[in-house]
């Protein structure tokens, strides 16, 4: 027997080269560049940025198992971050105040894993009442116990240690590796170890049962039911082990920082890894990786070059939500895409000129924005890029931010008609 | 006794204003789905408009027209922002409005300033109406009554006696009908967005030189309006204003009793030291809300009057 | 901001770091300079680069210019610490900051650490704003100094001020539920009943921060309680919400705060606050002082178009200075050993960094809200002003301290 149909289908399974190429190597890849980084010699800065960014990809991803993988949205994921963080940073003054006993014996590079079992907690507890229900109700619940979460975190002092928080010391307890954890290139190394397991962790996460069934429930809840499985449960156990990677992160975060305060359980963290899994792209594994590269370096590096950058980051949100959806990594593989499958000859020429249109249009966007800061700020500074001495009154200012704006509108009105002539 | 009128005077009339508030998103909710963000954004738009027209003509203006320039402003949202996202379906439409709350906060620090500006009480209304148990009561807070009455009786007439609010209710609960009905459905939605965000423009007018006019003041108002909306159900009013009452009712009178959990529980064991038992009732009163939240969310997911579930 | 632009141009893909050059002096400022508490911030940040600008004026310090370089920390302990390490690698040695606690928490921690883990690489901290006692008590660092009168010293004053004023008979406490409300709460009940046994404190309350909209409530049980002053350690919008809900129930009486004049509360306020909004603070513009002072305060108003309020923040750039005059070196460690014990002659009194714990002492002055004053505020024509009875001499406001200070050698 010769079945098409059957061959089509055996094709369609991927072969071990492809499996290796899609799952195994993006990871590999991902160890050589952190273990290849120290090597350029970096300074203060950019271990700082590189360690605070490993810490934000792991939350994001964990972030991303509810929104991207379980069409869940949550308004309150920094609660189990903070929670995790807060276990660890128990543990980690145990360990400084131990004398003898378990915690005496704990090395502060196991500490992420104190946090895993407490965000885990946490969710297991929060998340049997959220979990009943998806789509708004879970959204507005997450809000609430964010809510409460956080207000009770300048309540309890004996937990959260009030507005100051908690600190404590990482160079305490058996060293692991040889890393005394004192210097930040010895916490690098810890970062990059533990950014490496969670990200391998979540990819896991993804291939199992448990994974592939809440991607069926984020889809069709009903089916899932009808082939036997509790969605209810599904998006439970899903919801623990987000809250549990979150976890890790804060535990990761509390060697980092060595301090947690109770603004880390609060809505805006909340909403800042939202942005970030959202901006990078949801509907690919590895968007909220580029997401929180992106927005930690715009978070801490943006706020030096202009005091207007909440309002960057809430433009590039609104840009990606309304013309991007599928968010940078969306960009990013759609470009190597038509690589592989030959489109790219076609499709280049529409994206060098959405790509000139968005650059005219952010040119002009970013004159009118710094130059109504200054005049906004009123105390005679003046935005000054090239020698240009912009200000409202100066009439190059405003052929400054018209031009660009309307060319750059226009080719990419041009450019979105053409596609669409095109499919049409 | 004292204690209870005051509480009773208090919480209605912040109940009112929460109403007033909460009341444009409700329709907005109810109809498109859109958990709308920036709808306290609005509220903030619309005390920021009063400050400047009732600078430069008066307050009364302010009143009428603030509102409508807050409703257009939502409106072009609407037709030009959300309808665009729509296909995207409703999770990207709140997000949309997520970051409509960042820009628009950031606009108007950059046009206003960052810090709270001079908006008052008219001169007209600025006096003590009556005296009660030795306190004055403020002329302002019982013109927020009658304001919030007058905008509740509008409402429902509009909604229950006018052609186009039969529409709106039909669609309230039945777009899709309407939509077969040869009504112009994007129209309505506009519509509706824009006089939601002129609900809120209204409710920044009054409540904008009660309170303060600042930057913050819609990351304040922000999450309650929420609590207001879902605890008062989809789809219905009635249930947003019995939601706002009830908040507004319990939190001033949670304020006023001054017992302790240890009071409370003191046959558990629980200590007055001890940090639980050392939380008063009063301190918490801000919080119920989102309490309240929480369990209705949990026991009757649909709200108090909802017609139907979120 | 323009300041730094240009060298964070240069840092921004930097992967070098840049080593401390001998030509000018870096203060990294670190303080929000966006988001919510983004005025605070900035209004301190243009009171540093004015001092910077009048150092600059007269030489520099040691012939070295001092450059302010500002992070925006965002009100945030862990961005705080990013930025503090990115002001280490601009060659940042002498940080300053002063809006939250929780951010001063984190960087004194983070100051030691890094002190202890780069030896020969120290760091200062200058702290104007930040009021938590334990920093100079048991949490008391050799590299930290702080040029505000911590929280404690502020309620000393206050209660001094209640307990010379024989009128007042019930006092009611309210604050915001956190480390720092409760720390108030506590240390007024304490203080009160040592200095006037007869006044009763006829309520100690707490509410959760920045999430009461009407404080109508709060009021009705101040007055029923029928208290003749309110003390308060609010700010923000819980202190002018709390005022304008008093002043909205004619509840006339003292209201003492501590953020009473912090920026943009008197534009929202407004003149009904006046004669019944108090602020204990080291400084009101209509104090009588010298020409020197006043030309001070003239020149920033002008260059500014803003309040002259951060008062410490010319303390701290004149302190520094001197200290490191004395000291004849640009190095930390040993200005850090001049500015322990040195005195300052200001406009309003004499000052003392104490070297035991690096508190500074300086005279509080209990001002009040007035229409009548040669000095407004915000471009309105209302201001602070205090009579002599409202001077608490920098001696007074001492308290003891728990401070171990651990001195390098």
């Given amino acids: 027997m010769n079945n098409p149909i059957a061959q089509s289908v055996a094709n369609l399974a991927p072969t071990g080269g492809q499996k290796f190429r899609q799952r195994v190597l993006p990871l590999i890849i991902l160890a050589i560049i952190v273990v290849a980084i120290p090597f350029f010699g970096p300074s203060r800065t950019v271990y700082a940025l590189l360690s605070v960014m490993g810490i934000n990809i792991v939350f994001a991803l964990s972030y991303n198992m509810l929104l991207g993988r379980g069409g869940l949205l949550s308004f309150g994921h920094a609660v189990y971050f903070g929670l995790g963080g807060y276990a660890a940073m128990h543990a980690m003054r145990a360990i400084e105040y131990a004398d003898g006993g378990f915690w005496a014996g704990f090395p502060v590079f196991g500490l992420p894993i104190i946090g895993f079992a407490g965000g885990a907690l946490a969710g297991a507890i929060i998340g049997w009442p959220s979990c009943r229900r998806a789509g708004t109700p879970f959204a507005m619940i997450s809000l609430g116990v964010a809510e409460l979460i956080a207000a009770a975190g300048f309540m309890f002092n004996s937990i959260f240690g009030g507005e100051e928080g908690i600190s404590g010391d990482r160079m305490n307890g058996p060293e692991l590796f040889g890393l005394s954890m004192g210097p930040v290139s010895d916490v690098y190394w810890f970062i990059a170890f533990w950014l490496v397991v969670g990200v391998g962790g979540m990819y896991a996460f993804t291939r199992t049962p448990l994974g592939k069934m809440s991607e069926a429930t984020r889809d069709n809840p009903e089916r899932v039911e009808f082939v036997g499985y509790d969605p209810q449960r599904v998006r439970y156990l899903v919801f623990i082990f987000a809250g549990a990677f979150a976890g890790m992160a804060g535990g990761m975060a509390a060697v980092y920082f060595e301090i947690f305060t109770p603004e880390a359980v609060s809505l805006l963290p909340s909403g800042f890894v939202l942005l970030m899994a959202y901006i990078g792209g949801i509907a690919y594994f590895a968007g909220p990786v580029i997401g929180a590269i992106v927005l930690t370096y715009m978070q801490s590096m943006l706020s030096d070059f202009t005091e207007a950058w909440l309002l960057y980051l809430g433009l590039l949100f609104m840009l990606i939500v309304m013309y991007a959806p599928r968010g940078l990594a969306g960009i990013i593989f759609g470009v190597t895409g038509s690589f592989s499958n030959g489109t790219f000859s076609e499709m280049i020429g529409k994206w060098l000129q959405q790509l000139a249109g968005a650059f005219l249009a952010f040119l002009g966007l970013i004159v009118l924005i710094e130059v109504s800061v200054n005049w906004s700020n009123g105390f005679g500074e003046v935005f000054e890029p090239f020698g240009l001495h912009l200000t409202f009154a100066n009439p190059l200012t405003w052929v400054l931010i018209v031009v660009p704006l309307a060319l750059g509108i226009l080719i990419l009105r041009r450019a979105n008609r053409e596609t669409e002539e095109v499919l049409a | ?310 | 901001m323009k300041l730094m632009k240009s060298a964070a141009l240069a840092a921004a893909f930097g992967f070098v770091a840049m080593g401390a050059s001998a030509e000018t002096l870096k203060i990294g400022f670190i303080d929000p300079l966006s988001g919510p508490f983004g005025p605070s911030g900035d209004a301190a940040m243009k009171h540093w680069m004015y001092a910077a600008e009048q150092v600059n004026k007269a030489g520099g310090i040691n012939g070295a210019e001092v450059e302010i370089i500002a992070y925006d920390n965002k009100v945030n302990p862990k961005e705080s610490l990013i930025q503090f390490q990115k002001a280490i690698d601009r060659g940042v040695r002498i940080i300053a900051q002063g809006n939250g606690s929780s951010v001063a928490s984190a960087l004194i921690d983070a100051v030691d650490k890094h002190n202890k883990r780069n030896p020969g690489d120290e760091v200062i901290y200058l702290n104007f704003a930040a009021v938590d006692p334990s920093f100079t008590n048991d949490r008391c660092s050799f590299y930290h100094f702080r040029f505000d009168s911590h929280a404690e010293m502020k309620m000393n004053a206050v209660t001094d001020w209640i307990a010379a004023r024989p009128e007042i008979k019930k006092v009611y406490v309210i604050g915001q539920d956190y480390s720092f409300g409760q720390a108030n709460a506590k240390a007024a009940d304490a203080m009160i009943k040592a200095k006037r046994p007869d006044i009763e404190i006829v309520g100690n309350e707490l509410h959760p921060m920045g999430k009461v909209k009407d404080f109508t409530p709060y009021i009705q049980k101040i007055m029923q309680a029928e208290a003749d002053a309110v003390i308060t350690g609010n700010w923000g919008a819980d202190m002018v919400l709390l005022i304008k809900a008093a002043i909205a129930s004619g509840h006339e009486v003292p209201y003492l705060t501590f953020y009473g004049g912090s920026l943009g509360a008197a534009t929202a306020i407004g003149k009904d606050g006046v004669g019944q909004l108090y602020q204990i603070s080291e400084v009101n513009t209509n104090l009588e002082t010298t020409p020197e002072q006043n030309a001070l305060i003239d020149g920033y108003e002008a260059a500014y178009h803003d309040s002259y309020y951060y008062h410490r923040v010319f303390n701290a750039m004149t302190m520094l200075d001197e200290a490191a005059e004395k000291a004849g070196t640009n190095n930390v460690v040993e200005i850090a050993k001049q500015l322990e014990g040195a005195t300052l002659d200001t406009g309003y009194g004499t000052i003392t960094m104490r070297a035991e714990d690096h508190q500074i002492l300086q005279p509080l002055f209990m001002s009040v809200f007035s229409d009548n004053v040669t000095r407004g505020v915000e471009g309105l024509p209302l201001g602070w002003t205090s009579g002599d009875a409202d001077r608490i001499e920098a001696d007074a406001t001492a308290m003891p301290t728990s401070c171990k200070m651990e001195r390098p050698e």
């Fill in chain 2, 1 to 310: 006794m004292e204690t209870i009128i005051f509480s009773l005077l208090n919480g209605v009339i912040y109940g009112l204003l929460l109403f007033m508030l909460s009341s444009g998103l409700t329709l907005i909710f109810s109809m498109m789905g859109v958990l709308n963000f920036a709808h306290a954004s609005f509220y903030m738009l619309g005390a920021y408009f009063a400050y400047t027209i009732s600078g430069v003509s008066s307050f009364w203006l302010a009143l009428i027209f603030a509102p409508i320039l807050v409703g257009l402003i939502g409106a072009a949202v609407e037709k030009w922002g959300l309808r665009t996202v729509h296909a995207n379906g409703h999770v990207a439409e709140l997000l949309f409005t997520f970051g409509l709350a960042y820009i628009i906060d950031e606009i108007v620090k950059i046009v206003y300033g960052r810090n709270a500006v001079d908006y008052r009480v008219p001169e007209l209304l600025d006096f003590p109406l009556f005296e009660l148990f030795g306190a004055q009561y403020p002329a302002y807070r019982i013109f927020i009554l009658f304001i919030s009455v007058g905008m509740l009786i509008a409402l429902w007439f509009i909604l229950n006696r006018t052609r186009a609010g039969l529409i709106i209710q039909a669609a309230l609960t039945h777009p899709h009908m309407v939509g077969s009905l040869g009504h112009n459905v994007p129209r309505i939605f506009m519509t509706v967005f824009g006089a939601g965000c002129a609900l809120a423009g209204l409710a920044g007018v009054i409540g904008g030189n009660y309170l303060v006019t600042d930057p913050a003041m819609a990351v304040q108002m922000g999450p309650i309006v929420f609590v207001v909306v879902v605890v008062g159900g989809l789809g219905s009013l009635a249930g947003a204003f019995l939601a706002a009452m009830i908040l507004g009712l319990l939190q001033t009178f949670a304020v006023a009793i001054d017992a302790t959990f240890a009071d409370i529980f003191g046959f558990l064991g629980l200590s007055q030291t001890s940090e639980v038992g050392s939380i008063t009732i009063a301190s918490l009163a801000p919080m119920l809300p989102f309490l309240m939240l929480v369990i209705v969310l949990m026991i009757r997911p649909r709200g108090l009057l909802g017609d139907r579930e979120l």
